[in-house]
């Protein structure tokens, strides 16, 4: 794996796990970290060898504790947009990857954090994990997709008081509210049961699992009829040899043994 200034890559079992490592600021991403995670997702992207992913944090008490605030307070009107719009991408890139990819929240997630936590596909937190979009407390508003995947995962309301009022949630409320998926004791069973869900949708027919995730997505792209991409990813999955296999398998009662493909 290539060496970054801000992140820890390692691949084990085919998955590739992301340890986002800024300690001196709780892991705030600054512009290298977003640009050197949007490298990393590339990586999920292109190496076959790679089959899921777990994005977590270095500190024992942080995920990541937001954008770098000392960064970010030097903004101007014109740079402020492309940072927004450079994490923006970046985090799409997370959420359109068509290979699974679970945030392990082992901490504070604020403000970018959260946000870089709500574009993977599932989330899971440990007891002392900690979220919420304080920017109102900074004079701004979430910059990387809060405003918008916020509402999707807890409802209008709660969103809305969460980003009004800066308001930072337990693990326990996030998990009440369908913000994270599970929550676990410590970072050693985080990592043994994001794996153990790893494993579990890789062992699954990859191109279904990656149309999944596309035409949930679609959900949240205005611009494209969901049902439509639907239908036609339905209708694709019967080209592959995953849905000979998996349907074979069924009839002759074993398990299915997918290629892919
Ligand atoms: N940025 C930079 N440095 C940080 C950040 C941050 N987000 N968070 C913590 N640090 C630094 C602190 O400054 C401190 O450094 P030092 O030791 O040099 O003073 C070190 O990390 C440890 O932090 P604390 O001493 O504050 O630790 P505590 O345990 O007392 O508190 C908290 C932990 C509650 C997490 C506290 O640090 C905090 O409130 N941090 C800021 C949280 C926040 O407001 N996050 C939102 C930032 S804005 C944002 O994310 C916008 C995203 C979209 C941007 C789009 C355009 C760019």
Do not use: W
């Not at 994490?87 to 679970?102: D, Y």
């Not at 709500?118 to 920017?135: D, S, V, W, Y």
């Amino acid at each position: 794996m290539p060496e970054f200034e801000t992140l820890e890559l390692v691949l084990e079992g085919g998955i590739l796990i992301i340890t986002i490592s800024r300690p001196e600021s709780l892991n705030a991403l600054n512009v290298k970290c977003i640009n050197e995670i949007k490298e990393a997702i590339q990586i999920a992207y292109d190496d076959t060898s790679v089959k899921g992913v777990i994005i977590t944090g270095s500190e024992e008490k942080a995920f990541v504790a937001g954008a770098d605030i000392k960064e970010i307070s030097a903004l101007n009107e014109v740079n402020a947009r492309k940072f927004a719009e450079n994490g923006q991408e970046t985090f799409a890139s997370i959420e359109a990857c068509e290979k699974p990819v679970i945030a392990a929240v082992n901490g504070y997630a604020l403000g970018g954090g959260c946000e870089l936590a709500m574009a993977c596909h599932l989330r899971i937190a440990t007891e002392n994990a900690k979220f919420g979009q304080p920017e109102v407390n900074l004079g701004l508003i979430p910059g990387y997709g809060g405003t918008q995947r916020l509402p999707t995962l807890v409802g209008r309301g709660k969103a809305l008081e969460l980003m009004m009022t800066g308001d930072l949630i337990k693990a326990q409320e996030a998990l009440q509210l369908g913000l994270v998926n599970y929550v676990v004791a410590d970072k050693a069973a985080l990592m043994d049961l994001a794996k153990k869900i790893l494993g579990k949708v890789m062992s699954k027919a990859p191109l279904a699992v990656g149309m999944v995730i596309n035409c949930v997505n679609a959900v949240y792209h205005k611009e494209e009829n969901g049902y439509q991409l639907e239908a036609n990813c339905f209708s694709n999955c019967t080209h592959t040899s995953d849905f000979a296999e998996g349907t074979a398998a069924f009839v002759e009662k074993r398990k299915p043994a997918f290629q892919g493909e």
